[in-house]
């Protein structure tokens, strides 16, 4: 939508026209100030862990495995080498036996999240598709970080005023 | 032909006294945009663009993402 503005301004006659074309989803995504009636509010961005593990595609699954678990994690990202997300290994597919790579392993196109998505459709979506965890991307698939529904679900209680 | 900038460019160009536009439907525009931006939705803008925006300055416009 941006380049059409960017177009159409130019066709009116300005002759310094930038397009911001990652917008308002990239700068929220670096965690930049906001205006509006719905700052503060918790979104994928907010709520994502930014620590999340992540392999690559010819990595051994074993070797994921392993490190997965001593971080604490039972999900682990795959990412290329401009940490563009190519899969994601959930706790079935780091459990599969044998000597194979986490690329031939893994769950390829996995659904993700943009960073502004607020958190009450984010518990709804992984809820209805039981989903335990959801990388957040940038709109060129860049990984932000990994969404825990367990997160989503407490984020979502505290809004509604419950008991923590 | 209009340039594709970046985060840390189109910070500059504000910081340099460019003007930041929203081209968002107005709810959207509402709820969250950048400081300092103001809003034109696409559907907006036409000649009478002038009047909010001065055409010999640059202009910074975005929307959610390029997707």
Redesign the interface.
């Known amino acids: 939508?941006?380049?059409?503005?960017?177009?159409?301004?130019?066709s009116?006659?300005?002759?310094?026209?930038?397009?911001?074309?990652?917008?308002?989803?990239?700068?929220?995504a670096?965690g930049?100030?906001?205006?509006?009636?719905?700052?503060g509010?918790s979104t994928a961005a907010t709520v994502a862990r930014r620590e999340v593990p992540t392999c690559h595609l010819e990595e051994s699954l074993r070797d994921v495995r392993e490190r997965v678990r001593a971080a604490g994690w039972d999900a682990c990202v795959v990412v290329n080498e401009k940490r563009i997300v190519m899969g994601l290994l959930r706790a079935d597919q780091l459990v599969r036996e044998g000597d194979v790579t986490a690329g031939s392993a893994m769950r390829p196109g996995p659904s993700t999240f943009?960073p502004?998505v607020a958190i009450e459709e984010l518990a709804k979506v992984m809820a209805t598709r039981d989903l335990p965890n959801v990388p957040v991307t940038?709109?060129?698939g860049e990984l932000i970080g990994l969404l825990v529904r367990e997160d989503v679900e407490k984020a979502v209680h505290a809004r509604q005023g419950g008991p923590s | 032909?209009?340039?594709?900038?970046?985060?840390e460019?189109?910070q500059q160009?504000v910081a340099a006294g460019?003007q930041l536009?929203?081209?968002?439907p107005e709810e959207e525009?509402?709820?969250?945009?950048?400081?300092g931006?103001i809003h034109?939705p696409?559907r907006k803008?036409?000649?009478s663009?002038?009047a909010s925006?001065a055409?010999?300055?640059?202009?910074?416009?975005?929307?959610?993402?390029?997707?």
């Open positions: 939508m941006s380049a059409r503005a960017a177009w159409r301004l130019e009116l006659g300005f002759g310094q026209v930038y397009d911001y074309a990652a917008g308002k989803s990239d700068w929220m670096a930049l100030p906001t205006e509006g009636t719905a700052v509010r943009r502004h940038t709109s060129a | 032909m209009p340039t594709e900038i970046g985060r460019v189109a160009l460019a536009v929203e081209v968002l525009f509402d709820e969250q945009h950048l400081p931006a034109i696409l803008i036409d000649p663009v002038r925006l055409p010999e300055r640059p202009v910074v416009v975005y929307c959610w993402d390029s997707a």
